[in-house]
Protein backbone atom coordinates (compact mmCIF):
# COMPACT_ATOMS: atom_id res chain seq x y z
CA UNK A 1 0.00 0.00 0.00
CA UNK A 2 1.34 3.49 -1.24
CA UNK A 3 1.72 6.30 1.56
CA UNK A 4 -1.34 8.47 1.04
CA UNK A 5 1.17 11.52 0.11
CA UNK A 6 2.44 10.28 -2.59
CA UNK A 7 -0.01 10.84 -5.48
CA UNK A 8 -0.93 8.78 -8.42
CA UNK A 9 0.99 8.35 -11.75
CA UNK A 10 -0.94 10.56 -14.48
CA UNK A 11 -2.45 8.43 -17.25
CA UNK A 12 -1.17 9.28 -20.31
CA UNK A 13 -3.56 9.06 -23.21
CA UNK A 14 -2.95 7.25 -26.66
CA UNK A 15 -2.55 9.28 -29.83
CA UNK A 16 -4.48 8.85 -32.70
CA UNK A 17 -2.53 8.13 -35.66
CA UNK A 18 -3.87 10.64 -38.75
CA UNK A 19 -4.81 8.87 -41.72
CA UNK A 20 -2.37 9.64 -44.35
CA UNK A 21 -3.79 12.00 -47.59
CA UNK A 22 -4.60 10.42 -50.69
CA UNK A 23 -2.18 11.85 -53.24
CA UNK A 24 -3.94 14.89 -54.90
CA UNK A 25 -4.61 14.78 -58.73
CA UNK A 26 -3.13 17.38 -61.41
CA UNK A 27 -6.51 19.18 -61.27
CA UNK A 28 -7.00 19.52 -57.45
CA UNK A 29 -3.60 21.00 -56.92
CA UNK A 30 -2.97 24.88 -55.78
CA UNK A 31 -2.64 27.17 -58.94
CA UNK A 32 0.36 29.15 -58.75
CA UNK A 33 0.25 32.70 -57.79
CA UNK A 34 -0.37 34.97 -60.26
CA UNK A 35 -1.20 38.66 -60.71
CA UNK A 36 -4.54 39.20 -60.08
CA UNK A 37 -6.60 40.45 -64.07
CA UNK A 38 -7.76 43.92 -64.02
CA UNK A 39 -11.44 44.76 -63.28
CA UNK A 40 -13.71 44.94 -65.63
CA UNK A 41 -17.09 46.34 -65.35
CA UNK A 42 -20.12 44.21 -65.54
CA UNK A 43 -22.50 44.35 -69.00
CA UNK A 44 -25.57 46.35 -68.43
CA UNK A 45 -28.72 44.07 -67.97
CA UNK A 46 -31.38 45.39 -70.11
CA UNK A 47 -34.88 44.63 -68.56
CA UNK A 48 -37.06 43.47 -70.91
CA UNK A 49 -39.85 45.15 -72.26
CA UNK A 50 -43.41 44.32 -70.92
CA UNK A 51 -45.96 42.58 -72.93
CA UNK A 52 -49.85 43.52 -73.08
CA UNK A 53 -50.48 41.06 -70.46
CA UNK A 54 -48.24 42.41 -68.14
CA UNK A 55 -49.88 45.56 -68.63
CA UNK A 56 -53.54 44.26 -67.97
CA UNK A 57 -52.57 42.30 -65.11
CA UNK A 58 -54.05 43.96 -61.86
CA UNK A 59 -51.05 45.50 -59.42
CA UNK A 60 -50.13 43.04 -56.51
CA UNK A 61 -51.20 43.92 -53.01
CA UNK A 62 -50.25 42.36 -49.80
CA UNK A 63 -52.44 41.64 -46.74
CA UNK A 64 -50.26 41.29 -43.32
CA UNK A 65 -52.46 38.64 -41.16
CA UNK A 66 -51.81 38.69 -37.60
CA UNK A 67 -49.68 35.56 -36.75
CA UNK A 68 -49.57 34.31 -33.14
CA UNK A 69 -45.88 34.11 -31.29
CA UNK A 70 -46.05 29.85 -32.06
CA UNK A 71 -47.09 29.57 -35.53
CA UNK A 72 -46.12 32.58 -37.55
CA UNK A 73 -47.71 32.70 -40.70
CA UNK A 74 -45.63 34.06 -43.76
CA UNK A 75 -47.47 37.00 -45.34
CA UNK A 76 -49.36 36.06 -48.51
CA UNK A 77 -50.36 38.07 -51.77
CA UNK A 78 -54.14 38.79 -52.68
CA UNK A 79 -55.04 40.21 -55.74
CA UNK A 80 -56.89 43.50 -55.19
CA UNK A 81 -60.82 44.14 -54.64
CA UNK A 82 -62.64 47.45 -55.99
CA UNK A 83 -63.14 49.75 -53.45
CA UNK A 84 -66.57 51.14 -53.20
CA UNK A 85 -66.69 55.18 -53.59
CA UNK A 86 -69.20 56.18 -50.54
CA UNK A 87 -70.65 59.71 -50.73
CA UNK A 88 -70.78 60.48 -47.18
CA UNK A 89 -72.09 63.83 -47.27
CA UNK A 90 -74.44 62.65 -50.57
CA UNK A 91 -76.29 60.11 -47.99
CA UNK A 92 -76.09 62.81 -45.36
CA UNK A 93 -78.00 65.07 -47.24
CA UNK A 94 -80.26 61.99 -47.82
CA UNK A 95 -81.05 61.50 -44.46
CA UNK A 96 -81.62 65.37 -43.91
CA UNK A 97 -84.06 65.54 -46.04
CA UNK A 98 -86.27 63.01 -45.28
CA UNK A 99 -86.05 64.15 -41.57
CA UNK A 100 -87.45 67.32 -42.63
CA UNK A 101 -89.82 65.85 -44.79
CA UNK A 102 -91.21 63.91 -42.09
CA UNK A 103 -91.65 66.46 -39.65
CA UNK A 104 -94.45 67.38 -41.31
CA UNK A 105 -96.05 64.49 -41.82
CA UNK A 106 -97.81 65.03 -38.21
CA UNK A 107 -100.77 66.82 -39.64
CA UNK A 108 -100.49 65.98 -43.51
CA UNK A 109 -100.21 62.82 -45.65
CA UNK A 110 -96.82 62.24 -47.48
CA UNK A 111 -98.58 63.07 -51.31
CA UNK A 112 -100.20 65.72 -50.49
CA UNK A 113 -96.77 67.41 -49.09
CA UNK A 114 -94.66 66.09 -51.84
CA UNK A 115 -97.30 67.29 -54.49
CA UNK A 116 -97.15 70.31 -52.65
CA UNK A 117 -93.35 70.92 -52.51
CA UNK A 118 -92.31 69.84 -55.77
CA UNK A 119 -95.22 72.24 -57.07
CA UNK A 120 -93.95 75.27 -54.97
CA UNK A 121 -90.44 74.68 -55.81
CA UNK A 122 -91.50 74.32 -59.90
CA UNK A 123 -93.09 77.53 -59.61
CA UNK A 124 -90.23 79.13 -57.75
CA UNK A 125 -87.68 78.90 -60.67
CA UNK A 126 -90.04 79.29 -63.36
CA UNK A 127 -90.84 82.90 -61.88
CA UNK A 128 -87.27 83.63 -61.32
CA UNK A 129 -87.15 83.98 -65.49
CA UNK A 130 -90.95 83.38 -67.17
CA UNK A 131 -92.36 86.89 -66.99
CA UNK A 132 -95.13 84.77 -69.30
CA UNK A 133 -96.82 82.73 -66.74
CA UNK A 134 -95.73 84.55 -63.63
CA UNK A 135 -98.73 85.79 -61.96
CA UNK A 136 -100.76 82.19 -62.52
CA UNK A 137 -98.11 80.40 -61.08
CA UNK A 138 -97.32 82.93 -57.99
CA UNK A 139 -101.05 82.75 -57.29
CA UNK A 140 -100.65 79.20 -57.26
CA UNK A 141 -97.46 79.28 -55.08
CA UNK A 142 -99.03 81.82 -52.58
CA UNK A 143 -102.56 80.01 -52.52
CA UNK A 144 -100.61 76.43 -51.78
CA UNK A 145 -97.92 77.74 -49.14
CA UNK A 146 -101.02 79.30 -46.77
CA UNK A 147 -102.20 76.05 -45.87
CA UNK A 148 -98.95 75.35 -43.56
CA UNK A 149 -98.13 77.28 -40.30
CA UNK A 150 -95.30 79.86 -40.12
CA UNK A 151 -93.18 76.68 -38.60
CA UNK A 152 -93.76 74.35 -41.08
CA UNK A 153 -93.17 76.83 -44.03
CA UNK A 154 -89.57 77.11 -42.98
CA UNK A 155 -88.86 73.70 -43.54
CA UNK A 156 -90.14 73.98 -47.15
CA UNK A 157 -86.93 75.81 -48.48
CA UNK A 158 -84.94 73.86 -46.24
CA UNK A 159 -86.61 70.76 -48.38
CA UNK A 160 -85.40 72.95 -51.73
CA UNK A 161 -82.01 73.91 -50.19
CA UNK A 162 -81.30 70.02 -49.66
CA UNK A 163 -82.44 69.33 -53.43
CA UNK A 164 -79.76 71.83 -54.61
CA UNK A 165 -77.07 70.80 -52.19
CA UNK A 166 -77.49 67.05 -53.13
CA UNK A 167 -77.29 67.70 -56.80
CA UNK A 168 -74.10 69.90 -56.68
CA UNK A 169 -72.37 67.11 -54.74
CA UNK A 170 -73.41 64.60 -57.45
CA UNK A 171 -75.03 65.05 -60.65
CA UNK A 172 -74.92 61.58 -61.33
CA UNK A 173 -78.69 60.67 -59.88
CA UNK A 174 -82.03 60.96 -60.02
CA UNK A 175 -82.58 62.34 -56.46
CA UNK A 176 -86.41 63.44 -56.42
CA UNK A 177 -87.26 60.59 -58.55
CA UNK A 178 -84.93 57.81 -55.78
CA UNK A 179 -86.49 59.83 -52.64
CA UNK A 180 -90.16 59.74 -54.56
CA UNK A 181 -89.30 55.54 -54.23
CA UNK A 182 -87.95 55.92 -50.90
CA UNK A 183 -91.25 57.26 -49.61
CA UNK A 184 -93.60 54.79 -50.92
CA UNK A 185 -95.47 57.19 -53.52
CA UNK A 186 -94.94 55.74 -56.72
CA UNK A 187 -97.71 53.03 -55.36
CA UNK A 188 -99.93 50.79 -58.26
CA UNK A 189 -102.14 53.46 -58.17
CA UNK A 190 -99.81 55.98 -59.83
CA UNK A 191 -98.19 53.20 -61.89
CA UNK A 192 -95.41 55.11 -61.29
CA UNK A 193 -92.04 52.94 -61.78
CA UNK A 194 -88.51 54.41 -62.71
CA UNK A 195 -85.83 53.17 -64.66
CA UNK A 196 -82.41 53.12 -62.50
CA UNK A 197 -79.90 56.00 -63.12
CA UNK A 198 -77.02 53.79 -63.64
CA UNK A 199 -78.59 51.80 -66.79
CA UNK A 200 -79.54 54.88 -67.81
CA UNK A 201 -76.15 55.72 -68.08
CA UNK A 202 -75.31 53.11 -70.18
CA UNK A 203 -78.06 53.72 -72.53
CA UNK A 204 -76.66 57.02 -73.04
CA UNK A 205 -73.01 55.96 -73.55
CA UNK A 206 -74.35 53.36 -76.28
CA UNK A 207 -76.57 55.56 -78.42
CA UNK A 208 -75.06 59.13 -78.43
CA UNK A 209 -72.24 59.42 -80.40
CA UNK A 210 -69.81 62.10 -81.71
CA UNK A 211 -71.45 65.13 -80.69
CA UNK A 212 -68.75 67.37 -81.62
CA UNK A 213 -69.67 66.61 -85.58
CA UNK A 214 -73.49 67.58 -85.02
CA UNK A 215 -72.60 70.80 -82.86
CA UNK A 216 -70.52 71.78 -85.89
CA UNK A 217 -72.88 71.80 -88.44
CA UNK A 218 -76.19 72.08 -86.63
CA UNK A 219 -74.69 74.24 -83.85
CA UNK A 220 -77.46 72.54 -81.48
CA UNK A 221 -77.98 68.40 -80.43
CA UNK A 222 -81.59 68.04 -78.83
CA UNK A 223 -82.31 65.32 -76.69
CA UNK A 224 -85.80 64.61 -75.99
CA UNK A 225 -87.72 62.07 -74.09
CA UNK A 226 -91.34 62.00 -74.88
CA UNK A 227 -91.94 59.78 -71.20
CA UNK A 228 -89.60 61.90 -69.47
CA UNK A 229 -90.46 60.75 -65.49
CA UNK A 230 -88.76 62.31 -62.71
CA UNK A 231 -85.73 63.15 -65.58
CA UNK A 232 -83.41 60.01 -64.77
CA UNK A 233 -82.50 59.31 -68.80
CA UNK A 234 -82.17 63.05 -69.55
CA UNK A 235 -80.03 63.53 -66.50
CA UNK A 236 -77.63 60.65 -67.56
CA UNK A 237 -77.61 61.80 -71.33
CA UNK A 238 -76.90 65.43 -70.37
CA UNK A 239 -73.70 64.05 -68.15
CA UNK A 240 -72.83 61.72 -71.37
CA UNK A 241 -72.67 64.91 -73.30
CA UNK A 242 -71.44 67.14 -71.38
CA UNK A 243 -68.17 64.88 -70.72
CA UNK A 244 -68.16 64.27 -74.65
CA UNK A 245 -68.22 68.14 -75.57
CA UNK A 246 -65.92 68.88 -72.66
CA UNK A 247 -63.05 66.73 -74.38
CA UNK A 248 -63.69 69.11 -77.55
CA UNK A 249 -63.18 72.52 -76.01
CA UNK A 250 -67.34 72.76 -76.38
CA UNK A 251 -69.28 74.64 -73.57
CA UNK A 252 -72.59 72.24 -73.35
CA UNK A 253 -74.98 74.53 -71.72
CA UNK A 254 -74.98 76.32 -75.17
CA UNK A 255 -75.23 73.58 -77.66
CA UNK A 256 -77.46 70.80 -75.37
CA UNK A 257 -80.96 71.64 -75.77
CA UNK A 258 -83.06 68.92 -73.36
CA UNK A 259 -86.83 68.99 -74.24
CA UNK A 260 -89.13 66.40 -72.07
CA UNK A 261 -93.19 65.53 -71.80
CA UNK A 262 -95.60 63.18 -69.35
CA UNK A 263 -98.88 62.98 -68.83
CA UNK A 264 -98.21 62.87 -65.37
CA UNK A 265 -97.87 66.57 -64.18
CA UNK A 266 -96.09 66.12 -61.06
CA UNK A 267 -92.87 63.88 -62.37
CA UNK A 268 -92.95 66.34 -64.96
CA UNK A 269 -92.27 68.77 -62.60
CA UNK A 270 -89.09 66.87 -60.97
CA UNK A 271 -87.90 66.68 -64.16
CA UNK A 272 -87.90 69.89 -64.41
CA UNK A 273 -86.57 71.13 -61.21
CA UNK A 274 -83.71 68.84 -61.38
CA UNK A 275 -82.89 69.47 -65.32
CA UNK A 276 -82.68 73.16 -64.13
CA UNK A 277 -80.92 72.54 -60.82
CA UNK A 278 -78.24 71.11 -63.22
CA UNK A 279 -78.40 73.97 -65.43
CA UNK A 280 -79.52 72.63 -68.67
CA UNK A 281 -81.39 74.86 -71.29
CA UNK A 282 -84.70 73.16 -71.96
CA UNK A 283 -88.18 73.30 -71.55
CA UNK A 284 -90.75 70.71 -70.89
CA UNK A 285 -95.25 70.03 -71.83
CA UNK A 286 -97.32 68.15 -69.65
CA UNK A 287 -99.29 66.15 -71.80
CA UNK A 288 -99.81 63.28 -73.59
CA UNK A 289 -97.35 62.71 -76.23
CA UNK A 290 -99.61 60.32 -78.23
CA UNK A 291 -102.57 62.23 -78.49
CA UNK A 292 -100.89 66.36 -78.06
CA UNK A 293 -97.16 66.32 -78.60
CA UNK A 294 -95.02 69.23 -78.55
CA UNK A 295 -95.51 71.25 -81.88
CA UNK A 296 -94.37 74.57 -83.06
CA UNK A 297 -98.49 75.82 -82.65
CA UNK A 298 -98.87 74.85 -79.02
CA UNK A 299 -100.36 77.79 -77.07
CA UNK A 300 -96.90 77.18 -74.31
CA UNK A 301 -99.96 76.99 -71.18
CA UNK A 302 -98.64 73.71 -70.01
CA UNK A 303 -94.85 74.99 -71.02
CA UNK A 304 -92.17 74.95 -68.17
CA UNK A 305 -88.83 76.63 -69.73
CA UNK A 306 -85.35 76.03 -67.67
CA UNK A 307 -83.40 79.51 -66.54
CA UNK A 308 -80.38 78.72 -68.81
CA UNK A 309 -83.32 78.42 -71.84
CA UNK A 310 -83.05 81.89 -71.51
CA UNK A 311 -79.51 83.12 -71.14
CA UNK A 312 -78.61 85.41 -74.36
CA UNK A 313 -77.26 82.76 -76.77
CA UNK A 314 -80.65 80.73 -76.62
CA UNK A 315 -82.12 84.13 -77.11
CA UNK A 316 -80.54 85.34 -79.83
CA UNK A 317 -80.92 81.64 -81.84
CA UNK A 318 -84.94 82.17 -81.13
CA UNK A 319 -84.77 85.21 -82.59
CA UNK A 320 -82.59 83.89 -85.66
CA UNK A 321 -85.01 81.40 -85.68
CA UNK A 322 -88.31 83.37 -86.00
CA UNK A 323 -86.42 85.98 -88.81
CA UNK A 324 -85.65 82.22 -90.35
CA UNK A 325 -89.45 81.39 -90.41
CA UNK A 326 -90.67 84.44 -91.74
CA UNK A 327 -89.07 83.89 -95.11
CA UNK A 328 -89.81 80.62 -95.28
CA UNK A 329 -93.08 80.25 -97.80
CA UNK A 330 -96.37 79.73 -96.67
CA UNK A 331 -99.17 76.97 -97.84
CA UNK A 332 -100.64 79.06 -100.50
CA UNK A 333 -96.93 79.82 -102.12
CA UNK A 334 -96.29 76.03 -101.98
CA UNK A 335 -99.53 75.37 -103.60
CA UNK A 336 -99.10 78.38 -106.27
CA UNK A 337 -95.56 77.93 -106.89
CA UNK A 338 -94.95 81.51 -106.57
Request: aromatic share 10%; hydrophobic share 35%.
Amino acid sequence: MKPFWQRPPKKTKKKKRKPKAAPQSDALKPLPKSKPAPWVPPHPIIPKAPSIEDIAKPPMTYQISPASKKDEKPIQPSLPTEQKVIRHRDEHIRKDFLKAFRSLTNRWRSWDIWTDFITMAACTISNSVDKLHFDEREKTYLRIIKKYSKQEQEIFPQLFAYVVAALEENPEQDFLGDIYTELGLNSKEHEQIFTPYNVCHFMAEITIDDLAAQVESKGVVEIHDCCCGAGAILIAASNVAKEKLEKTDFNYQNHILVTGQDIDYLVTMMCYIQLSLLGMAGYFKVGNALSDPMTDKDSLDNYWFTPMYFFPVWHYRRVWHSIGKLFEPNEDEIETGG
